[in-house]
């Protein structure tokens, strides 16, 4: 079965590149962008991998681990690191596990038949620190993933979950945000949103972004 927002994530341990895994242990308390990829030694994947190496700043004052998934083996995994920081100029700082008996993919959902046989798809999940699903974004395997993107959505799920406002199309960190419909009472409005806010609409009401 599928994961949909909102729920629980399952649990697992799975071998990896730096060691044996388990999934919440390893999580803690972090938010978790888990990420998986076709196979090992695949010219979109390592730029991709690349990518987010050179993110680690960004990931991290946000609070959040990062984490690959390919179905080669561990050995397969080293040897392919060794590619993705020649060509990618970087040093990898994350685990990529390695599923080989497809125990995370099946549990995650990450085996389209009809698109890659046996092979992982390009998917990405945001997992949250209660181990709850937020995001998931499936791309084809021709597609490399935009994580700037990736880091936008994060911020917005951080915001929203604090502050009573949703983000709007094309939103970026900074942006007025979107009141929550659900406040309409006029003192609740100004204890939360002490900045003001632009009437657009009675359902559309723009505010400056609350933590800035």
Known sequence: ????LGDTVPNFTQASSEGEINFYDWAGDSWVVLFSHPKDYTPVCTTELG???R???EFDKRGVKTIALSVDDVDSHMGWIKDIEE???VTLNYPILA????KVSDIYDMIHPNSLNNLTIRTVFVIDPQKKLRLSITYPASTGRNFNEILRVIDSLQLTDKYSVATPVDWKDGDDCVIVPSITDPKELAEKFPKGYTPVKPYLRMTPQPNK
């Open 1 to 4: 079965m599928s994961l949909r």
């Open 51 to 53: 990518a987010v190496a």
């Open 55 to 57: 993110l680690k700043s």
């Open 87 to 89: 060509t990618q100029k």
């Open 99 to 102: 599923d080989g008996d497809r």
